[in-house]
């Protein structure tokens, strides 16, 4: 009973937590939450203005190629560099409180998939736009995003940890996720690479999770078992790797804070 009113309390802190970052996200915003639907919608404009006549034998309905795969990278960078920084931008209330720091990188993943809740919201109009059908298969969103969240969150533990200690992982991140980013096929089919690059992109887990809603949304083809394996292992195994280095460096962290 006591460590069920626990869970409770944890769950009610991270619910104001993730208010109070969706509040100072958007403060000073007129539009707020709006801009979680505009800026997919403007980011898939500006990119299908530039590739959508470059793959139009490739790719049909390339604005919602891309959507797909933009909705999905956003959602992890916007965990992971979010996350990263939030024991530093708390310290003061990490150093004044006994919840466990776990709650406050849980905190960033949760504002990040509500703001991709909101930014499926444009998705589902392109789709009516674009005359695109769903069926039973796109019902692969669910094991897409749970599995991305878990390998999102993984990797937010140790980064985080790690800024403790090197303010400069900000910025080898941010040069890594470039990188990630071009490996990742969003804005390019990868059915055209070829050699070794074909294959970093093939082993790349963000693009097996783009690929296979990619394939549920558009072909209405829903994952296979090896699939939906593999995700699950990338998604849980990240995350047990993760929270693994953050349960090692728990001490040493807070001594550093």
Known sequence: MEKREQWRQYGFVIQQLTSRELKRKYARSALGVLWSVLNPLLSMGVLSLIFSQMFRRSIENYPIYYLTGYLLWQAFTATTNTAMTTLADNRPLLLKVKFPMELFILARAATALVNLGYSFLAYGVMLLVFRIPLSGAALAVVP?????????????????????FFGDVKHLY?????????????????????GPIRWVVEVNPLYLFIRVLRSAVMEAQPPSGGELLLM??????VYLVGRGIFRACREAVLRRL
Do not use: H
């Open 144 to 164: 897409v995003v749970a599995c991305l969240s878990l390998f999102s969150l993984g990797m937010s533990y140790a980064l985080a940890a790690a800024y403790v």
């Open 174 to 194: 941010a040069v890594a996720l470039t990188l990630w980013m071009y490996c990742s096929a969003i804005f390019y089919p990868a059915d055209q690479l070829s």
């Open 232 to 237: 699950v292992l990338w998604g849980g195994g």
